[in-house]
Nanobody, 129 residues
């Protein structure tokens, strides 16, 4: 249901733009989260964008990553800038369930994987010199 793209190999300090296509879905009715997982580490919430366009970021990426959505293309973007080796991993996008009374992308639970119930297969980001 969700298709990520845009990953690749980049040098430290470089940039990438990840895309998450959510076909046949009104992005104003769901929340989208981006998560990443490095080898041997747990999946980590990176950023999310809510139905109303509100955004959240994990502290380690604030000021470097930007999440946005383009409704006409049913696509959410994650712009990665000033990349560091520790940003490497598989990046997944996920969407919240339809009809949630309370937004998933809100408050302390915004970047918890359990708040999202449909996932893409991921795209690999490698930051290395």
């Amino acid at each position: 249901q969700l298709v990520e793209s845009g990953g690749g190999v980049v040098q430290p300090g470089g940039s990438l733009r990840l895309s998450c296509e959510v076909p046949f879905t009104n992005l104003d009715t769901i929340d989208i989260g981006w998560f990443r997982q490095a080898p041997g580490k747990e999946r980590e919430g990176v950023s999310c964008i809510g139905k109303t366009g509100n955004t959240e970021y994990v502290d380690s990426v604030k000021g470097r990553f930007t999440i946005s959505k383009e409704r006409a293309k049913n696509t959410v973007f994650l712009q990665l800038s000033s990349l560091k080796p520790e940003d490497s991993g598989i990046y997944y996008c996920a969407r919240s369930a339809f009809g949630r009374p309370v937004s998933a992308c809100n408050g302390p639970r915004a970047l918890l994987a359990r708040e999202y119930n449909a996932w893409g297969v991921g795209t690999q980001v490698t930051v290395s010199s």
